[in-house]
């Protein structure tokens, strides 16, 4: 299982898009991680324990085929149009961002409810990365 092996490892944010490569009409706005080793090992060794679990993998074989480590900031609400898309990436392109990088120690799966114009988010599992295997695993 993932969080039995898995050591603590850095990730680096290096730029924020709004859509995907040849996405004409975006509606995604996120930070993009720096595709190294480490971050592909964890990506494979997490597609692995997801069906140890037996959980669904979500879209395997596109996620592997043009795999886009990012964070997701924020979504549209609606479908936008290709100049609202081409305005907001240019005003991207105004920001001076610089990299960051952080130390990743464990990951949870969130669940996101939206209910009377009201999204709540709730931790189902928490997967702490550790040195010291008798940590027990929390799940809520």
Not at 41 to 49: C, E, I, K, M
Not at 117 to 126: A, D, G, M, R
């Amino acid at each position: 299982m993932i969080t039995r092996t898995q050591q603590p490892f850095n990730i680096t944010i290096d730029r924020l898009s709004f859509g995907f490569p040849a996405q004409n009409i975006a509606s995604l706005l996120y930070y993009n991680l720096v595709d190294d080793y480490d971050l592909r090992d964890f990506t494979l060794n997490l597609h692995n324990s997801l069906k140890t679990l037996g959980l669904n993998d979500i879209k395997r074989k596109k996620d592997h085929a043009k795999l886009i480590h990012h964070l997701s900031i924020a979504r549209t609400k609606h479908d936008m149009s290709r100049s609202f898309t081409k305005e907001v990436n240019e005003f991207i392109s105004t920001l001076n961002i610089k990299p960051i990088t952080f130390e990743v120690q464990g990951i949870q799966i969130v669940s996101s409810i939206f209910k009377n114009n009201k999204t709540t988010y709730n931790i189902l599992v928490e997967f702490p990365f550790h040195i010291d295997h008798s940590i027990p695993i929390q799940v809520k």
